[in-house]
């Protein structure tokens, strides 16, 4: 599986972005799907799973009223819709994928075997 992730950019505080993760080959409505960033001189965290059809999704606690992670099996897509925009959601944005076999909306990296190659999220203020 490849992820190609874009829809990164500059934004002022209060806008709002919508990130696209593309993926190739025939498996992507088989894969649990996930979105992580990373902050410039943190750690890479946890931001959204969803499952194989959309229906379940998870996302950190302090995200959940501004963020939205959905698919769309048909184009081999996963989004992520990012709403009120804050200085601290500057980071870099990956696209994960978990393998065939491996089940569970999961939020740790270790469980993620195919990633993208990221995409900047800047926030201005």
């Known amino acids: 599986v490849q992820l190609q992730a874009s ?7 209060g806008g709002s972005l919508r990130l696209s993760c ?8 088989r894969n649990i799907m ?3 960033r990373q902050a410039p001189g943190k750690e890479r965290e946890f931001v959204a799973a969803i499952g194989r059809s959309g229906t379940n999704t998870a996302c950190k606690d302090s995200l959940k009223d501004r963020f939205t992670i959905t698919r769309e099996n048909a184009k081999s897509t996963v989004y992520l819709q990012m709403n009120s925009l804050k200085l601290e959601d500057t980071a870099v944005y990956y696209c994960a ?7 569970g909306l999961a939020s740790e990296e270790k469980d993620y075997a195919y990633w ?7 926030v201005s203020s």
């Open 7 to 13: 829809g990164g950019g500059l934004v002022q505080a």
């Open 97 to 103: 994928a978990r393998s065939l076999l491996k089940d």
């Open 22 to 29: 593309a993926a190739s080959g025939r498996s992507f409505s």
């Open 34 to 36: 996930g979105w992580f």
């Open 116 to 122: 993208g190659q990221g995409t900047l999220v800047t």
